[in-house]
């Protein structure tokens, strides 16, 4: 679960900045201690009213990362994939870091910064 931050002028005719609410599953194999190979999906979700009507959209952003551990469970991620909605699928490229904190056996927390372009 996380936040989307689209700054205002981002969407057409927005004059207005937009915080919204995203939930992300997310997917990595280990290459080796250092490298993995991840499928990162969000699902975001915009709703909003014009005259009166509301409407709501969801835009689904799925990519195809390089990890490489930095130390302990901090990592660097970046890689390819599609922003896909009713209207339009657009090529994005993924970067960010990540921290994992260890839950159980293979399973982990893991709070990211991403910046989608």
Known sequence: MGSTH?????IEDSKVTLILTNIGINYKYWVDERFAIGWYN?????T???????????????T???VFKL???LSLFTGPGLEIN?????????????YGF?????WYLTPRFILII
């Open 71 to 73: 130390w302990k469970n």
């Open 64 to 66: 195809i990362v390089g």
């Open 102 to 106: 260890p839950l159980s056996n293979d």
């Open 48 to 62: 909003y009213v014009i005259n009166s009507d509301t409407y709501q959209e969801y835009h689904i952003t799925t």
């Open 6 to 10: 689209i700054p205002k002028g981002a």
């Open 86 to 98: 009713k209207r339009k699928t657009l090529f994005v490229f993924r970067f960010g870091l990540e």
């Open 42 to 46: 969000n699902i975001v979700n915009l």
